[in-house]
């Protein structure tokens, strides 16, 4: 009899675990085939369908990440249109500008600050005087403190719009939009009060989450609709530094995240990734493409060279002399 009752024991542990796996969102991740066609991660696993390819006949989304540690910046390109989220600090915008140049990227089509801190916020004024900047996306009043008032410096002083948008508004690159999410209380932080941003392409989804801290992630998680909060890949909030609520990770079905800093243990930034089975990329081990043709994801190293291409040429695109359309990212 005691027996049998271990055996029940057993099985509803077992029932039970089984379903807490399912409501997170955990995923087997099957690694010899590198998580499937969703995304295929030739960073981690470059011996994974080496010969993998977008379909080209479809616009390439590019997302690009320099090789910086504790501050952001990430570059998004569709349909020609560049869009720089976040401009890294002052002592790394030197990183920022080798991935534009890696990506050939000679003007901006736009610059979103989510936040006026040192850290997100720093390099705009070595990027406005090294290249065009279209115009400036912020989402704070403009004297909310002194690097939210040197953002408005910088495009007074090279003649830069400077738009403001808040929670629930869309911010064009090309045909998509990145949604913006802001759910905020009051007495929220600055970094709490950054956004989530939403950018979806045909199936894919990618989360870019700001420097957002628990509260924020909570409220987010609590008041966003789970269908929204579901994507395949993560910019992490904050460098890595806090683990994630159970209130946002839980709908989202991560298949890859993206710290903006080095592999430091500092606050258990890598157990927490680790213990839910989530891959990760760090950007100080070098500078990071991802590429969606709307299908599949596409992740790979790039090279201080970074395309073989024309700039003129389409993003992401060589024609070769038989009008074969192919992509090279390094050597």
């Known amino acids: 009899m005691r027996s049998l009752g271990r055996l029940f024991f ?3 542990c077992i029932v039970v675990l089984s379903s807490s796996a399912c409501a997170a969102g955990w995923k087997a991740l099957d690694i010899e085939s590198g998580y499937g066609k969703t995304l295929i991660d030739h960073i981690n696993h470059p011996e994974t369908e080496p010969d993998f390819s977008l379909d080209m006949s479809q616009d390439i989304l590019e997302v690009a990440f320099p090789k910086i540690k504790e501050c952001d910046a990430a570059l998004l390109r569709f349909q020609g249109e560049t869009m720089l ?3 890294g600090e002052v002592r790394q915008v030197s990183a920022v500008q080798e991935m534009l140049s890696a990506m ?7 610059v979103l600050i989510t936040h006026p801190h040192p850290d997100h916020a720093g ?7 090294t290249m065009p900047i279209g115009k400036i996306y912020v989402c704070f009043p403009h004297d909310e403190n002194a690097v939210m008032q040197e953002v408005i410096a910088v495009s007074e002083q090279y003649d830069i719009p400077v738009v403001d948008f ?5 911010i064009p690159l090309g045909e998509l939009n990145l949604h913006a999410y802001i759910k905020v209380e009051k007495g929220f932080t600055v970094n709490n009060r ?3 941003l939403r950018l979806q392409y045909g199936e894919r989804v990618m989360h870019f989450a700001s420097d957002m801290e ?12 789970p269908e929204m909060l579901k994507t395949e890949i993560l910019k992490y909030p904050h460098h890595g530094k806090d683990p994630l609520v159970h209130e946002y990770w ?3 079905a991560l298949e890859l995240t993206v710290i903006t800093s080095d592999h430091a243990t500092r606050n258990g930034k890598v157990d927490v990734i680790q213990n839910k089975h989530w891959p990760c990329l760090f950007t100080y081990d070098g500078m990071i493409l991802i590429r969606s043709d709307g299908k599949s994801w596409l992740v790979e190293r790039l090279e201080d060279d970074g395309y073989s291409q024309a700039p003129d040429e389409a993003p992401g695109k060589e024609t070769t002399e038989d009008g074969a359309i192919v992509v090279r990212v390094g050597s």
């Open 214 to 225: 628990r509260l924020a992630l909570r409220k987010a998680g609590n008041e966003i609709p």
């Open 10 to 12: 057993l099985v509803f």
């Open 250 to 252: 839980i709908p989202t």
């Open 194 to 196: 950054s956004p989530l």
């Open 85 to 87: 989220i976040d401009c």
């Open 166 to 170: 808040g929670d629930e508004d869309d």
């Open 104 to 110: 050939h990227v000679t003007n901006l089509s736009s």
């Open 123 to 129: 390099g705009l004024r070595t990027l406005a005087e």
